[in-house]
């Protein structure tokens, strides 16, 4: 009971009532409750791009959890924290907390991988210089995965093989991601969304500026109806690369400061944000890149999202 107010917030998309009824539920007497409620305020603090809020809330609620000796909260908790870190750069820390995060869910039911672990494991090692064993990790797991599972397994082959150079391998890996989603019920629209976004990344290292437009305008659109601030924040890169694809290099840098604003901190995971970064310094020289980054980091909520889906062409 404890747990009801905040999860039907969820429902509601309402952080504000979420984060509240967390507050007045903690202390609870049952330590297993108080925990959770500790990881699901993290949760909440992430969606609304408190990256710090989240990263105290989650050490806090692994260490209660942990303590308790529940395998199932603290597999979840952990996969959120792994994913903190990840964004901090800090991979060997993220690993481990993902590898325990597994342990658990395996300890629980054999019979059932889980996926999200597997594949964010597969992208640090891909991420830490592994390329080729992080490939062909993910070829065996979306061998035999049909759904949401497959298809995100399949988008991040394709994004590892697209940072690469490899197109027709990338371009192989979204379609097929986008098949198994379209034939996958329930989708959630970030999901999509994500997809659009890394297929328009593809089609800007093709040097198809339209068709990257069409593929990030409609991931945009999905992205900011979802109100999912770190999954507006990766579409905002994409946004970024169009921006300066296009020879827009101040509304590129201040793309840039606003993803990095509503994710709550610069994504040290990122390489396509890494490399844009560099491209526009070089572009606009260092006063200038940080005068731009900082008009997009300084806008407020509402004004940032507005500039995000206001992107007019050219």
């Known amino acids: 009971?404890?747990?009801?107010?905040?999860?039907?917030?969820?429902?509601?998309?309402?952080?504000?009532a979420g984060i509240a009824a967390i507050d007045r539920a903690r202390g609870h007497p049952d330590p297993w409750t108080d925990g959770t409620l500790?990881?699901?305020?993290?949760?909440?603090?992430?969606?609304?791009?408190?990256?710090e809020g989240m990263l105290r809330?989650?050490?806090?609620?692994?260490?209660?959890?942990?303590?308790?000796?529940?395998?199932?909260?603290?597999?979840h908790v952990l996969s959120e924290y792994a994913d903190a870190l990840t964004k901090r750069g800090d991979f060997d820390a993220a690993t481990a907390a993902?590898?325990?995060?597994?342990?658990?869910?395996?300890?629980?039911?054999?019979?059932?991988?889980?996926?999200f672990q597997l594949i964010w494991l597969a992208a640090i090692r891909a991420r830490?210089?592994?390329?080729?064993?992080?490939?062909?990790e993910l070829r065996r797991f979306v061998t035999d995965r049909d759904g949401r599972d497959g298809a995100f397994g399949l988008m991040m082959l394709g994004s590892i093989a697209r940072s690469e150079g490899s197109l027709d391998e990338a371009q192989e890996c979204l379609a097929e991601a986008m098949r198994r989603q379209a034939e996958t019920p329930l989708v959630a629209p970030q999901f999509r969304a994500l997809l659009l976004a890394e297929t328009g990344h593809l089609a800007l290292a093709r040097g198809d500026l339209p068709g990257a437009r069409r593929c990030l305008d409609e991931a945009t659109t999905r992205s900011l109806a979802a109100r999912d601030m770190p999954v507006v924040a990766i579409i905002t890169v994409g946004r970024?690369?169009?921006?300066?694809?296009?020879?827009?290099?101040?509304?590129?840098?201040e793309l840039l400061g606003v993803s990095d604003s509503l994710r709550g901190r610069p994504d040290?995971?990122?390489?396509?944000?890494?490399?844009?970064?560099?491209?526009?310094?070089?572009?606009?020289?260092?006063?200038?890149?940080?005068?731009a980054y900082a008009r997009g980091h300084g806008r407020s909520r509402a004004d940032a999202l507005a500039f995000v889906g206001g992107d007019p062409a050219g």
């Open 1 to 16: 009971m404890g747990l009801l107010a905040p999860m039907l917030s969820i429902f509601g998309d309402d952080t504000a």
């Open 38 to 51: 500790l990881g699901m305020r993290g949760k909440f603090k992430e969606n609304d791009g408190d990256a």
């Open 57 to 75: 809330d989650l050490t806090v609620a692994a260490a209660e959890l942990r303590a308790v000796g529940e395998r199932m909260s603290l597999s």
């Open 98 to 115: 993902l590898e325990e995060s597994v342990r658990l869910a395996r300890e629980l039911n054999p019979a059932s991988e889980p996926g």
């Open 128 to 136: 830490s210089g592994d390329v080729a064993g992080a490939k062909a």
């Open 240 to 253: 970024v690369a169009l921006a300066e694809a296009e020879g827009r290099y101040e509304r590129a840098a």
């Open 268 to 291: 040290r995971s990122n390489p396509d944000a890494q490399r844009l970064a560099e491209r526009l310094r070089a572009e606009l020289g260092e006063d200038g890149y940080a005068a």
